[in-house]
């Protein structure tokens, strides 16, 4: 059961479909295929099965899918680990972070990093709070930027910095606002910033009529064409409020005070670490208290 053999069925599982999986690894279709079934045969249990043009998971398949992006994930901490522990600034680091974050907060710090320590090598995977949260669960990330990490995850908050969340809306819908019948423009489904605007809403009993966008500036952008209000962080909407295309909206309750966390697994690499000593030299950064 190789590294190889795992990375072929990961690849499998995240785009369903043999002929995208040999395109991602580039390998031949037929590769993919001869490493999925000596996969099973390992196992003992088929994995996937014919579904239209698609591959399906089988019910082993789909529990065994989990367990090989946490060994996947593992490797490439070790790896991380390893190179980290014999010089931190060789290492490597695999940030997480959900869209806000990456758009307004990571671009200066990363760049400031990589001015003053050039020998890290840096990857960033963007998505929304429930996909971050679980490459960490799955070793897949190092260090993830996001909102507070889930009630029982492993997990170590490094480093904390303000954040807070207001309801935004164009000057003519602001100023016409009314909390159960003004309409909301929400993020996708698994997002951090709508779970809390929905929460929001249900603690006030108003279901209000909404529109779901699919990315954190599709949100902003509809806001501003007078489509709806929106719930978002003030650091995503700085240039709108500026110009004047948003306005934030006085709603009960609010602004809303959901820090930013830096967040590792349980045992930090060196390299991870010493990420977070420059994010802790810049404004705001503060390390946990306790």
Not at 4 to 32: H, I, N, W
Not at 72 to 83: H, T, V
Not at 102 to 118: H, M, T
Not at 266 to 285: E, I, K
């Amino acid at each position: 059961m190789s590294e190889a053999r795992l990375r072929t069925f990961v690849a499998l599982v995240d785009t369903g479909s043999v002929r995208e999986a040999a395109r991602r690894l580039y390998v031949t279709e037929s590769a993919v295929s001869a490493s999925v079934t000596a996969l099973a045969r390992d196992l003992g249990v088929p994995l996937v099965h014919r579904v239209g043009r698609g591959i399906g998971l089988t019910p082993a398949g789909t529990v065994y899918a989990a367990y090989a992006r946490q060994v996947l994930g593992l490797l490439e901490q070790g790896r991380a680990a390893a190179l980290g522990a014999a010089d931190p600034a060789r290492g490597t680091l695999r940030l997480a972070a959900v869209t806000t974050a990456a758009d307004q907060v990571l671009p200066e710090l990363l760049a400031g990093f990589r001015a003053r320590v050039p020998g890290v090598g840096l990857t960033l995977e963007v998505g929304p709070s429930r996909e971050v949260w679980g490459r960490l669960a799955a070793h897949g990330a190092d260090l993830v930027l996001a909102g507070r990490p889930p009630a029982g995850a492993a997990a170590t908050v490094l480093a904390r910095r303000p954040n807070e969340l207001v309801v935004v809306g164009a000057p003519e819908v602001a100023a016409a606002f009314a909390p159960a019948s003004t309409p909301w423009v929400m993020r996708e489904p698994g997002s951090g910033t709508r779970a809390t605007a929905e929460a929001y809403l249900a603690e006030r009993e108003v279901a209000p009529p909404s529109l779901v966008l699919g990315s954190n500036g599709a949100v902003i952008a509809g806001a501003a064409a007078g489509l709806g209000v929106a719930l978002v962080s003030r650091d995503a909407v700085g240039a709108e409020l500026a110009a004047g295309r948003l306005v934030v909206v006085d709603a009960p309750g609010m602004p809303l005070d959901r820090p930013w966390h830096a967040v590792a697994g349980t045992d930090p690499t060196p390299t991870t670490l010493l990420f977070v000593g420059h994010l802790l030299d810049a404004p705001g950064w503060t390390a946990p208290r306790g």
